[in-house]
């Protein structure tokens, strides 16, 4: 007997597969991931994001590296279910009609999670309206506050119209959808008996609320002008949310902090990040992973299926990866390697060589992630080309349409490619998606990745690296610092093997060439076997952990299942 949903989880953008571009990168990869290891886990919970029907973009580059943005065209009708039952919110005092799209994601032992994606096209209602649910992160403040009020007020709405009345905790990734504790208060007051919102009132929304914070920046959270707040919400609804955190408009973080019961970031290292952010608050850690089966190439999956019976099922048995014979994983890698040369070298005409060491880089353009420190020292970089070995370099990610410094740093890519096009091959692949995404960690030597730290909550990419063996060089940030042994799983950028904070360039860019040159490089070409050996322990160690089956998992025993 399959139990009722007692979970709701909301998310801005969900990635389920690569035919529905409802994501823009690593919040919405991880909502998908997250909710295919619910299903394979039998864990009863619904999702809820908006249908998002122009898609993110899709990305296309010059020869320059100019980035250009285009609508993507996909048709929900091929995916998705739609539903007849319609809920109203209220917006700038009009009433506005919500429907939904449902899809059913089946996990591995035949249960299945429904995902609804909420859509405002419809001819009741007004012009403005009808585009609210068409683009990802478009538009300006008002056009995210109106699709915010969509996502968490519609959405709990229509939970309710579809039949869903026995849903014990709601799960809000991120921000975004906190203004469903505006409805949830109402409700429980009612339910209570209460005229007014009291402490008894609050406290029994608390236990129902479970909120995730992604986001170590204070410029990533989402606040709006008390202005814009009130002419989108009504006086009603801002003199709730003023009750809360004040009255300098209207934040989404600080609405969720005060009314969640249980609040977590995405990272151990995160965790002491909001903490510091956010005094005063509770902020457990629950250090995100991914879906093991979607992100395992297809070389590595018959690998694992050989030599690690169970695994599609429990990737804790992925811990026996040491057993592996090395011919068996590099004759895998090879494959994989192979797969993702050969997009490069048909896309870009790149003539890029299997043998040859190759670094990837692909993730979400964005100032922090540094794209570009690897090109800090051309002349450095060529020598190492040239005495240690020979080197060809991946990368992809798209830059927000608005983030004029993140397009920058594309073209900085395309520049520095042409300038080592005699000695280095460089290669910028255009409309990053989880497809592309799939290939670039599956296929490459070495995953790169160099934020300024703290500010990478947790990151992923290079989880799915390690389910394919792909050994990480990066900043001690995120989920590395819990990942990383020196020379076990891959390696530290880092001053005497300790992390140090900020945008110090010159200093890790040092410490990345001399990674490359001293230790990595040489022995990829010179000692294979301990190569290897290294390979090998990213999946027996990283991969079996860090996944998302025991990811849920502690989100059931930890946030579900607590009063």
Partial sequence: MIQEPAIAYFSMEIALYNGIPTYSGGLGILAGDMLKSAADLNVPIVAVTLLHEKGYFHQKLDENGNQYEEAVD??????????????????????????????????????????????????????????LTGHLYGGDMRY????????????????????????????????????????LLDETRLKLQKRETDPETVEAVRRQAVFTTHTPVA?????????????VLGEREMAHVSSFHGNDGLDMTRLALHLSGYVNAVARKHGEVARAMF??????????????????SAPFQKLFDQYLPGWRQDSFALRHALAIPKE??????????????????????????????TIGFARRAALYKRADLLFHDLERLKKIATEVGPLQIIYAGKAHPQDREAKAVIMKIFQAGQALKNHIKVIYLSNYDMEMGKL?????????????????????????????????????????????????????????????????????????????????????????????NIMKHCIALNASFFNTQRMVQEYVTNAYLSL
């Fill in 74 to 131: 996909w048709d929900p009708r091929k995916f998705l279910e739609p539903l007849q039952p319609m809920v109203k919110v209220e917006i700038e005092e009009r009433s506005v009609k919500v429907r939904a799209w449902k899809y059913e994601l089946r996990g591995n032992r035949g249960f299945t999670v429904p995902v609804y994606f909420l859509d405002t096209n419809l001819e009741e209602n007004d012009p403005r309206d009808r585009s």
């Fill in 144 to 183: 995210r506050l109106c699709q915010e009020v969509v996502l968490g007020r519609g959405g709990i709405r229509l939970l309710r119209e579809l039949g869903y009345h026995a849903i014990k905790k709601y799960h809000i990734n991120e921000g975004h959808a906190s203004l469903l504790l505006l409805d």
């Fill in 219 to 231: 410029a990533g959270h989402d606040r709006f002008p008390a202005d814009l707040a009130r002419q």
């Fill in 279 to 296: 005094p005063g608050h509770a902020i457990q850690s629950i250090t995100n992973g991914v879906h093991s089966v979607t992100w395992t």
């Fill in 328 to 357: 068996a994983v590099w004759a895998a890698h090879l494959e994989a390697k192979q797969a993702l040369l050969d997009l490069v070298n048909q896309k870009e005409k790149a003539g890029m060589d299997v043998p040859v060491f």
């Fill in 440 to 532: 670039l960690t599956s296929g490459v030597d070495l995953w790169l990745n160099n934020p300024i730290r703290p500010l990478e909550a947790s990151g992923t990419s290079g989880m799915k690296a390690c389910h394919n063996g792909v050994p990480q060089l990066s900043i001690l940030d995120g989920w590395w610092v819990e990942g990383h042994m020196e020379g076990v799983t891959g390696w530290a950028i880092a001053q005497d093997g300790k992390p140090s904070d900020g945008d110090d360039r010159e200093r890790d860019a040092g410490n990345l060439y001399q990674k490359l040159e001293g230790v990595i490089i040489p022995l990829f070409y010179r000692d294979r076997a301990k190569y290897l």
